[in-house]
């Protein structure tokens, strides 16, 4: 069943970029909330991030129906684990290297969940923030990122996140590369969520849009410099 | 116990609502030499009375590493211990290899009682005839349960099966409500003592016996011979040592006593479970 038929080859619909950062009490993952069809923004009421147990949040860009699909595996994964009632708990960590047992087992069947995840957590005061990518690959650092979040939102971390920050900064540094990304992403719209999980819980923010604008000396000759553009 | 008309095949009850089979099983961990663990709040240890079939054969092979985090004693059919501990083992590295974290003790413990259970209810199978002592850690703390040729299984402060284990347990009832707070060389002086109970006539030695630890940030491992001989030896001395002590009743550990955790199946168990239906029935 299904090891012939390769009916993943591309993504139908699909979500662009999510960032994570991890900050003093917990982390952080934000992304707009917009399903493309192909070139056309078709779907603006996408909700990427969403909430694994109560320790873990996890955000995909890719193929929408696939995020679905491991949602729901990752939803049953956790009952499983709850209907247990022993005290122990799957953490972030644990979720992640499932996780990844499972985008790399499809992509040897040449059948991928056309995704990239960015799972983020806290556990018994260990923050944990990683990325899997729809081949199986997968690490762990302080800022991640997927898609276009990885060429124009990743420079701006490297300069300017650092360790132990408030939930202010935090929120102000991801809004400052969500806006960036709505410039130069055309997938991207200007209708974001952001997810917070600390040691006391998870939340999920309504989505919300951020202040644009189009003045700014750099668009108003975009292609100077820039030669055979029109 | 005496032979009777139901017990020729596991799959049928006896109109006492016993399965003689499942009860034979378990006098076979009794005939087996003794096993005992006991646990604190930062170690459980394993204690065996290792017998030699003739003077001339190397001791039988009783605690087994499962994980870094979970190992065994066992008493009873050791080749069906073998073939447990090899499907623990299994368990445990597939978990790893999934999660890349270790499976937590006692669902380990709940998958061998229902591969135990299974044998219990199959007409071509028969009860594996070994009974496991299982110390491990999971996020909750150091462990001790014992898993049943029944299928059952609890969960214990200190334990004893096999053969002249009452005598183990009688010590380790008198003094089970100190174990939670002792260090880990005293946890160990305790189990050496447990055996020298169950040894009784013969004389202790590294030879006759075995013992492994497991802790909070220590793996599982069995003593090796040299340092088994020393805790030994030091059985000898603290022993004089305690004598003093009772007679002077200035024993403050067991004054200041603390608890043992007490929900359900945990605690001593008492010898009931020797001869009647009663492991079956919780």
């Known amino acids: ?230 | 116990m005496f032979r009777n008309q139901y017990d020729t095949d596991v799959t049928t009850w006896s109109p006492a609502g016993r399965l003689h089979q499942v009860e034979y099983a378990m006098e076979a961990v009794k005939q087996g030499s003794a096993a005992i663990g006991l646990r604190s709040k930062t170690h459980v240890v394993l204690a065996t009375v290792n017998k030699a079939s003739s003077e001339l054969s190397a001791h039988q092979k009783k605690l087994f590493k499962i994980d870094n985090h979970i190992g065994i004693a066992m008493a009873g059919l050791t080749a069906d211990g073998r073939v447990l501990s090899r499907y623990m083992r299994s368990e445990c590295i597939n978990h790893h290899f999934v999660f890349e974290s270790p499976l937590p003790v006692g669902r380990l413990v709940v998958q061998v009682a229902d591969k135990a259970q299974v044998c219990t209810q199959r007409s071509w199978k028969r009860p594996y005839g070994v009974g496991l002592l299982v110390a491990g850690l999971d996020e909750t703390g150091p462990h001790l349960y014992q898993n049943c040729p029944s299928g059952n299984y609890s969960e214990y402060q200190a334990f004893a099966i096999g053969s002249r284990s009452q005598a183990a347990k009688t010590y380790l009832e008198r003094k089970f409500e100190t174990f939670m707070e002792c260090t880990k060389e005293e946890l160990i002086r305790h189990a050496v003592f447990a055996v020298k109970e169950s040894l009784q006539e013969e004389e202790l030695s590294s030879g006759n016996c075995g013992v492994a630890v497991v802790g909070i940030d220590e793996p599982f491992v069995v003593l090796d011979p040299k340092t088994l001989q020393s805790y030994i030896e030091s059985l000898e001395t603290g022993k004089e040592e305690q004598q003093t002590m009772e007679e002077t009743g200035t024993d403050d550990r067991q004054s200041l006593q603390v608890q043992h955790e007490g929900t359900g199946s945990r605690g001593i168990s008492v010898g009931a479970g020797d001869d009647s239906p009663t492991d079956m029935e919780t």
């Open chain 1, 1 to 230: 069943m299904g090891s012939v038929v390769r009916c993943d080859r591309y993504p139908y619909v699909t979500g662009s970029s999510v960032l994570g950062i991890k900050y003093k009490d917990g982390i952080l993952l934000a992304s707009d909330t917009a399903g493309c069809y192909g070139s056309t923004v078709r779907y603006k009421s996408v909700e990427r991030l969403k909430r694994i147990g109560d320790n873990t949040i996890l955000g995909a860009s890719g193929e929408i129906s696939d995020f679905q699909a491991i949602t729901n595996l990752l939803d049953e994964l956790i009952t499983e684990d709850w209907m247990w009632d022993d005290g122990n708990k799957l953490g972030p960590f644990e979720i992640h290297n499932y996780l990844n047992r499972v985008m790399y087992n499809r992509r040897n069947k040449f059948d991928p969940l056309w995704n990239s995840l960015v799972l983020g957590g806290i556990k018994k005061g260990k923050k944990y923030l990683g990325m899997v990518s729809m081949i199986g690959v997968h690490f762990q650092d302080n800022h991640v990122a997927t898609g276009f979040g990885n060429h124009l939102a990743r420079p701006i971390f490297r300069d300017e996140w650092k360790e132990d920050m408030t939930l202010e900064e935090g929120v102000k540094l991801l809004e400052k590369c969500l806006l960036v990304l709505f410039y130069r992403d055309r997938s991207a719209i200007n209708k974001f969520q952001m997810a917070n999980v600390t040691e006391g819980g998870i939340t999920i923010t309504e989505p919300f849009a951020l202040k644009v604008n189009w003045e700014l000396e750099a668009f108003r000759n975009p292609t100077k410099g820039a030669e055979g553009s029109w």
